[in-house]
């Protein structure tokens, strides 16, 4: 089993919907990031948590650490927010990132 | 901005071949890292350095090794290329002056996608 668990894989839907990723992790962690990457390679970090809410523009990241459980949230999507979500914790005891396998998103027109 | 650059953004190679990628970075970073990803699989951790000429294995060392001789520069080597080391390959760093180190973010290079024949 994966000590990162990322939902749904893929996920398809029309501009202005709401959109939500789950992640979903197994060990202790000291902070969890969010990050964005378009086709082509390139990552950008979106958000790091170690607890509650945070909120950049139409963007949206939770964490509950007692559930071990973290939320993107993607508000009046559009289709430039077609991009990989990938939510990498990083464990309390080691300054390594274990990652999740990422979540496809597409916003159609 | 944080600036991270790596050498190539392609790159193909004969099995065989000896392989360099660099990655070079302009904010006196303490950590870099590099990291291979392949589709379902997410990013996977080679190796990672935390000072100049320190390196530490990550998940995935296996056919690699690197090179840290400048606290900017962090290399990546393929001693003798093999077809399962076709890839995107991607290179970040982490941890300036005064960083806090639990909540540090890693700042990624653009990748170099590498097709090995």
């Known amino acids: 089993k994966n000590e990162v668990e990322q939902s749904p894989q893929n996920l398809t839907a029309q501009e202005g919907e709401f959109i939500t990723i789950n992640c979903s992790y197994s060990v202790g962690i000291s902070a969890l990031h969010w990050l964005q990457q378009h086709p082509g390679g390139g990552i950008v970090s979106l958000f790091m948590?170690?607890?509650?809410?945070k909120k950049h523009g139409r963007l949206i990241a939770t964490i509950n650490i007692q559930e071990k459980h973290s939320s993107l949230h993607i508000t009046a999507s559009h289709p430039r927010d077609s991009a990989v979500y990938i939510c990498a914790v990083r464990m309390d005891s080691n300054y390594q990132l274990i990652w999740g396998a990422g979540t496809k998103l597409i916003i159609k027109p | 901005d944080v600036k991270v650059t790596q050498s190539s953004r392609y790159l193909v190679k004969r099995t065989g071949e000896k392989v360099f990628l660099e990655c070079v970075q302009d904010m006196d970073h303490e950590n870099m890292f590099w990291y291979r990803q392949d589709p379902g699989l997410g990013l996977r951790l080679i190796y990672f350095?935390?000072?100049?000429?320190?390196?530490e294995k990550g998940d995935i060392p296996e056919g690699y090794s690197v090179s840290r001789e400048k606290k900017e520069r962090f290399s990546l080597i393929l001693e003798s290329a093999s077809t399962n080391q076709t890839s995107m390959y991607l290179c970040?760093?982490?941890?300036?002056?005064?960083?806090?180190?639990?909540?540090?973010?890693?700042?990624f290079g653009p990748g170099t996608r590498l097709l090995v024949l």
């Open positions: 350095s935390y000072d100049v000429k320190m390196k």
């Open positions: 948590l170690s607890s509650g809410k």
């Open positions: 970040a760093s982490s941890g300036g002056p005064g960083t806090d180190v639990v909540l540090e973010t890693q700042y």
